[in-house]
C-alpha cells in the first residue's frame, strides 16, 4: 500500500487546505438556530457539491500527488461521502479512482460515486469482511496511493479547512470565533482536522450508539474498537471500527470527551434541520445536532454545530419525516 509516513497534520496544512479549497469552492454557509434560548450557528456542509464535508480531505490529498502517484490512480475506502468527494477531485485531476465500498451501503451514494466516473470495488461488511484489506490488496496490485477516509494526514488537513472557514465567517460577523465545535464522528479525520483550525475551542465528536469507539478511547487513553456486536445503526457515514493513531494523537490532546446519540435524536434533529433550517440531513451528518438539541452540552453563545453530510435515500429521509406523526 502506497502511503507516505513523513507527513503529519498541522495548524499550517490546515491553512494551506482551506487557501485550495477557496479557489475551486464557494463557502459553505453557517446558519443561526435557536436552541434554549442560545443561538448555535450550523455548518451546512451538506450544501457542499458532494452533499458532505468530504469533497475538502480529497481535493487537499489528490492535489498533493506526485505526478507519478497520479498516473498510478488512487484507491479509497467509505461508505459514500468520502467516496463521492474522491471521485470528485478524481475527475477533476484526471485519476483513475478505484472506491472500496460496504454492499449495503446506501443507493444514492454507490450511483452518484459512479456517476463521477470512480471504479466501485463492494465488500461484505455485514459479512465481516475488512475493507482496508480489500483496499491494501488493490494497492499492492497496481501500486496506487491509498486515499484512506480519515487516517491520512492530507485528509485530516483538509476536513479543517471547514474550522477555517468556520473562524472567518464569526470573525466577518464580529463574534469573535468559535468556543464550542460540536462534531459528528466516524473515524475523527474531521474532528482533528477541527482541532487543529480551532485551538482555543472545545472540539467535541458525537458518536452514534453502539459506535462510540472515540468517545471510548478518549476515556481509556488508548484507542478502542467497536464491539463485534455493535448495533445496526442509520449513521452509515459513522461506521468506523476504529480510530488510526494520526487521528488519535490529535484527539487525545484536544478532545476531553466523546457523546452518543440515539437513533430517535437523530432522527429528531433531522426533522428540525429540515422544518427550521430548510436542509436535508443524513443520519450521520445529523448527529450532533441531535446531542445539541438532546441537552446533553452546556452551550455558549459561540457554539458552532456541524451539519456534515446530506446524502440520504428518498425514501429512509422520507420516513424520517413520516415519524413525526408517531410521536
Not at 491520512?152 to 474550522?163: K, L, T
Not at 460540536?182 to 453502539?210: F, M, Q, R
Not at 441537552?295 to 459561540?302: A, E, N, S, Y
Request: aromatic share 4%.
Amino acid at each position: 500500500m502506497t502511503q507516505s509516513t513523513d507527513h503529519h497534520p498541522t495548524a499550517d496544512g490546515v491553512a494551506l487546505a482551506a487557501r485550495k479549497i477557496a479557489e475551486i469552492l464557494p463557502r459553505t454557509p453557517l446558519l443561526p438556530l435557536e436552541v434554549e434560548g442560545r443561538t448555535v450557528w450550523c455548518k451546512a456542509e451538506s450544501l457542499q457539491p458532494v452533499g458532505s464535508f468530504k469533497i475538502r480531505g480529497a481535493w487537499h490529498r489528490l492535489t498533493a500527488l506526485s505526478e507519478a502517484q497520479r498516473a498510478r490512480g488512487i484507491v479509497g475506502v467509505s461508505s459514500g461521502n468520502h467516496a463521492q468527494g474522491v471521485a470528485w477531485a478524481a475527475r477533476r485531476l484526471g485519476i483513475a479512482a478505484r472506491i472500496v465500498m460496504p454492499v449495503d451501503a446506501p443507493a444514492v451514494k454507490l450511483a452518484n460515486t459512479r456517476a463521477m466516473g470512480a471504479d466501485v470495488v463492494l465488500y461484505d461488511r455485514p459479512g465481516g469482511e475488512d475493507r482496508d484489506e480489500v483496499a491494501a490488496r488493490l494497492c499492492a496490485d497496481t501500486g496506487a496511493t491509498l486515499v484512506h477516509a480519515f487516517g491520512d494526514p492530507w485528509i485530516i488537513e483538509g476536513q479543517g479547512s471547514c474550522g477555517a472557514e468556520i473562524a472567518a465567517q464569526m470573525a466577518e460577523m464580529g463574534l469573535g470565533g468559535a468556543d464550542l465545535v460540536v462534531v459528528p464522528c466516524g473515524g475523527g479525520g474531521l474532528t482533528a482536522g477541527l482541532a487543529l483550525a480551532l485551538p482555543h475551542a472545545t472540539v467535541i465528536p458525537v458518536e452514534p450508539e453502539g459506535w462510540d469507539d472515540v468517545r471510548r478511547s478518549l476515556e481509556a487513553g488508548e484507542i478502542l474498537r467497536v464491539a463485534d456486536d455493535a448495533p445496526p445503526t442509520s449513521c452509515d457515514a459513522l461506521q468506523t471500527p476504529a480510530t488510526w493513531p494520526v487521528n488519535f494523537e490529535i484527539l487525545k490532546e484536544r478532545c476531553r470527551f466523546g457523546l452518543v446519540a440515539t437513533p430517535a435524536e437523530v432522527r429528531a434533529a433531522q426533522n428540525l434541520a429540515f422544518d427550521r433550517l430548510r436542509l436535508v440531513v443524513e443520519p450521520g451528518g445529523a448527529a450532533a445536532l441531535a446531542a445539541v438539541l438532546a441537552g446533553k452540552i452546556q452551550l455558549t453563545d459561540r457554539t458552532a454545530v456541524i451539519l456534515s453530510g446530506g446524502n440520504t435515500d428518498p425514501g429512509a429521509f422520507a420516513k424520517v419525516l413520516e415519524s413525526r406523526l408517531e410521536r
